[in-house]
């Protein structure tokens, strides 16, 4: 199992709680956690935006990385919503295999 640390944004709380909620009932993600009020800058459609946001951050393993991100256009409001995974090299051996136990199984596996 390769774990992942998942990273998304979101327009606000009620959205990162509703996309993370949607995630780890669909066993995409073994947990969510919701970061309020981020302040982000960035370009968007030749525009500079400053705003708000809220980080949405979750635990899962790389195989379920394209389907989480599926489901996440699917669900998000946004027309290009940030999600990105980076390997999580070390940890917590017993939370680890808690990450793994609490997605779902690789298929065929």
């Known amino acids: 199992m390769e774990p992942r640390f998942i990273y998304i944004t979101c327009p606000d709380r009620d959205e990162a709680f509703r ?9 995409l993600a073994a947990c969510a956690n919701v970061l309020d009020g981020m302040a982000s800058i960035y ?22 990385v394209p389907a989480l991100t599926a489901k996440v256009q699917e669900i998000h409001r946004y027309e290009v919503p940030c999600v990105v995974a980076l390997p999580i090299l070390d940890g917590n051996p017993a939370y680890l295999e808690w990450i793994a136990a609490e997605t779902q199984a690789q298929k065929g596996a």
């Open 19 to 27: 996309v993370g909620r949607a995630l780890v009932e669909a066993r």
């Open 43 to 64: 370009w968007w459609q030749g525009k500079l935006i400053t705003d708000t946001e809220t980080v949405l951050v979750l635990k899962s393993r790389a195989e379920l």
